[in-house]
């Protein structure tokens, strides 16, 4: 993470249109009890990875379900369990969201509202006002509110856009995402809800910035009216760059890929492979730019191809790392509540377009705050 990043994750303040600043919370000293509410594929991970952390005193089970509650007992003998939040409130200092979207801003505002420090997986809302909500109580409760963009803390990302950040790859011409599978449906959200969460967040950090303007294509082929198909453009006007996402529950193959095409090099980021990062030195020149565009004799560069080095790290575990070391140390997290605002934002703006055909723009509110020059956010 670059300084002035690094300064503008320290400094942000919640309320954007208050002029109080509101204080990051307290560092806690004592090992923490962590909540794990909803506690199937993700959730399981989530305490299985706290579990193993010494800063946790112990971790809490979660779930509505007496059987994955005692299926839970198995692997953590000694976690307390607890059919619903209102009765594990006591017994836990932070909580992570691990349940269907639809239920992640009720749950995260009421451990917020009891002044628990609050980590929601992907996407952190279902509307852009929940999402604002949330931020909302978040500060004025004084606790840390996180977004589980599990990507951003992925070593390969994190490698990729450090080689973007030093010009290794050039002046960025586009950013292409394939997040493909065969399933698994679901009933309750569109494919776009279920899988583009990470493509966004995703291009988000890697170009940090946030989409104007939004254009979506889908189709709905194999389920009821929720598309399983969808491809998306998102401009980004402040880099120049543009992003095409491209998620889809109904492919024989199943790809994780994020490409960015550069003047200088190219890179491909894939989740799939024993080399998840290579960057490729290949490219297109014109020889002649002041003749015609049809006259033009284009050069074809095919240079090396290298696979740096990514250390093995599980990224949940570097997530969840930095939750608890942010409540620990009074600081706010890298993927606060504004990233999983943009996001939300983002994926309501492609809703919209797969419904009208038309290109929607994102409102600019809903990206980061702005900042001044002394790395506080703008009030107003």
Not at 94 to 100: D, E, H, I, S
Not at 297 to 320: N, Q, T, V
């Amino acid at each position: 993470m670059t300084a002035d990043v690094g300064e503008r994750k320290q400094a942000i303040i919640l309320h954007r249109n208050e002029d109080e600043e509101v204080a990051i919370p307290r560092a806690q000293e004592r090992a923490l009890r962590v909540g794990v509410v909803g506690c199937g594929y993700w959730g399981s991970k989530h305490a299985r990875v706290l579990n193993g952390m010494r800063q946790v005193k112990n971790v809490v089970i979660i779930d509505q379900s007496a059987r994955i509650r005692d299926s839970m007992m198995a692997p953590f003998p000694n976690a307390p369990s607890f059919p619903d939040l209102q009765s594990a409130l006591p017994f836990i200092d932070a909580l992570v969201v691990a349940v269907p979207a639809q239920q992640h801003a009720e749950i995260a505002l009421e451990a917020i509202r009891h002044g628990k420090h609050v980590l929601v997986e992907k996407p952190l809302a279902t509307s852009v006002a929940q999402a604002q909500l949330l931020i909302r109580d978040a500060s004025r409760a004084n606790v840390v509110l996180m977004t589980g963009h599990t990507f951003s803390f992925n070593p390969a990302v994190r490698e990729l856009k450090r080689r973007m950040d030093r010009g290794e790859l050039g002046d960025i011409y586009y950013v292409h995402s394939a997040r493909l599978s065969l399933g698994l449906y679901r009933p309750d959200v569109n494919v776009v809800w279920d899988l583009a969460p990470h493509d966004i967040s995703i291009l988000n950090y890697l170009l940090q910035s946030t989409p104007t303007r939004v254009s979506a294509w889908g189709a709905s082929h194999a389920f009821g009216g929720l598309e399983d198909l969808a491809i998306a453009r998102l401009e980004y006007e402040e880099r120049g760059v543009t992003g095409y996402i491209h998620v889809s529950w109904l492919d024989p193959d199943k790809v994780r890929r994020v490409t960015v095409v550069g003047s200088a090099k190219m890179a491909v980021y894939n989740d799939m492979i024993e080399e998840r990062l290579r960057i490729f030195d290949r490219g297109v020149e014109r020889q002649r730019p002041e003749l015609p565009l049809h006259e033009q004799p284009l050069s074809y560069r095919y240079g090396d191809i290298i696979s740096p080095h990514i250390p093995l790290a599980e990224p949940l575990a570097i997530e969840d790392t930095h939750f608890v070391d942010c409540i620990r140390n009074g600081t706010a997290p890298e993927t606060d509540g504004w990233d999983g605002l943009s996001v939300v934002a983002v994926l309501e703006a492609i809703d919209e377009s797969l419904r009208t055909g038309q290109a929607v723009k994102v409102d600019p509110a809903y990206g980061r705050p702005l900042l001044t020059s002394a790395g506080h956010t703008a009030s107003g």
